[in-house]
């Protein structure tokens, strides 16, 4: 009993240790690195505290210091929130269901499955195989999560992405190819790919590197 106590004792200090340490990655990112225009931005691997105290501790715990990351992604993004909750902005969402939706899927969910990384840990005993790939898959799946509010909520703004300078005949292309909600799906992955892919590929590099450092990945007991 003892010793499940001493667990989790440390998971609460490390896991507060490491959601401050993924703030402070965030913000010292956004003072270096422009953020787009409905929000997302590449950072310095600012998930990889939370994807590592997640794996080290598993699922159950995880899962929970994920939520809370979440929680705080919020109070971080209430300059982007505001934007869209605030009926006089131009990027107002248009409805209650509509703001629901995106903490759901920009926040609660995309934040909340960072605390899956520990998902293959029991399955693959070397670490430097289960951590990367907790990494990348989690990741992965924070990715989703920001197409699907993307696609549902920002679809309308396809055309106007499409068009802008940097795109040029290939913005052209894409929409003569697709329209509609094929338009508002194609613009969701490549807008949020822009920042979520080089995240998810930095990100699994630095997991591969700190996964064969073991003072970093044992669990303490």
């Known amino acids: 009993m003892k010793k499940k106590s001493m667990v989790w004792m440390y998971w609460l200090v490390e896991s507060a240790i490491m959601i401050a340490l993924s703030a ?10 422009p953020e787009m ?5 590449i950072t310095i691997v600012s998930m990889l505290p939370v994807v590592l105290v997640a794996w080290k501790y598993g699922v159950g715990k995880g899962l929970i210091t994920g939520f809370i990351y979440s929680l705080v992604q919020m109070v971080m993004g209430i300059s982007t929130i505001s934007k869209m909750i605030l009926p006089t902005s131009d990027e107002y969402l ?3 269901l509509n703001i629901a939706l995106m903490f759901i899927f920009d926040y609660i969910l995309a934040y909340t499955v960072l605390g899956l990384s520990a998902m293959y840990k029991k399955a693959i005993k070397k670490d430097y195989i289960s951590l990367p790939l907790g990494a990348f898959t ?14 549902i909520l920002f679809g309308a ?3 106007w992405f499409f068009t802008q300078d ?28 822009f920042y979520m892919i ?5 990100t699994t590099v630095v997991a591969v590197v700190i996964s ?10």
């Open 212 to 221: 064969k450092i073991p003072q970093i990945t044992k669990t303490k007991s």
């Open 94 to 96: 248009g409805s209650l």
């Open 37 to 41: 225009t409905f929000g997302g931005q």
């Open 198 to 202: 080089p995240e998810i590929i930095i």
């Open 157 to 159: 703004w396809a055309e």
């Open 24 to 33: 402070v990655l965030e913000l010292v990112s956004k003072s270096i690195i």
């Open 166 to 193: 940097g795109f040029y005949s290939w913005g052209e292309t894409i929409m003569n190819t697709f329209s509609g909600n094929g338009l508002s799906l194609i613009y969701s992955i490549i807008y949020n790919g």
């Open 138 to 151: 989690v990741l992965l799946l924070r990715y989703i999560c920001h197409i699907v509010s993307g696609y």
